[in-house]
């Protein structure tokens, strides 16, 4: 994969969060007031590459803030991604001028920008059924199904995950908190490109559904105030509106914290949910040109 620069600037400012182009209320000047007072923002230049074996810890941290402490081999996942780098990308910061001659100075330095800040990919859950983190995933989404989702959705997810007839891919976009949707464009891009020409290979990236996991915040209703949803990546608003099949479930009792980016005096009364999503697979180009749009009419105002 041919590294993508993308330069974008980590602002917390409302008014650049893409809910406000989805039509959401505008936050009330007490809440505004509520919000930390720091840096509005910074600009850092980040890219999209091949992830390689120095990025497996960070990449498992990643899943592991996604699948929080679910009882998943996300050391076994992880590897999954390194070992086909040939779809899907890690996000970095990018390498300064400077950096590939520091690094031939010294080799033992290695990669200088070795963060991992956020991982796109897909893996196919039928061509790996037979690792234990993919049969561990499919438990723990019958588990939480059984609990939290309808008899026909339930339905759906087994056609989806046990049918031998259909094919579904892990669908993962996770990234640290605050990093904005901006990033998710090129990354999906490039993986869209990246699944087309491993097909034209005859690899197994042809897929009938995705799988995927959103994070999201819920703060209780107060009073007049509906309760309010709070994405960790903004853009996944869009996934679920696509989405054929879904059911939430919270873990509040894995975490101990519920923070969702935005720093407040109430953070403490978000609870945090993860919603399993099942997409049909011929969704998801254009559910990445609507975020592209969106993010565009955003940028150009």
Known sequence: MTSKKLKVEADDDEEHRMDAKSGSDESSDEENDEAYEGDEGITVDFEGRNPIDPDLDGIKQLLGQLFVKAHIDLTELA???VAQNYVGSVLKQAYNDGDDDEEDEDTDMGDPCQVVFGVTTVINLANKQELSSV?????MVFEKAEKYATEL????FRDALEDGSKTTG???N?????I???VCVPMCENLLTEME???SKNMPFTFDYYLMFVKYYQQAASGDKPAEVIYSND?????????CASFNYSVQKETTTALAGQWQKKDEELQPFRKVLLIEASKLPGIVATIKNLISSVTNQ
């Open 235 to 243: 853009e996944e608003e869009y996934f679920i509106k696509d989405a």
């Open 174 to 178: 996770e990234r640290f908190i605050n």
């Open 79 to 81: 590897g999954v991604i």
């Open 135 to 139: 049969r561990q995933l499919k438990k």
């Open 153 to 156: 959705v339930m339905q759906k």
């Open 180 to 182: 904005p949707a901006a």
């Open 170 to 172: 892990l669908l993962l």
């Open 197 to 199: 020409r491993a097909r």
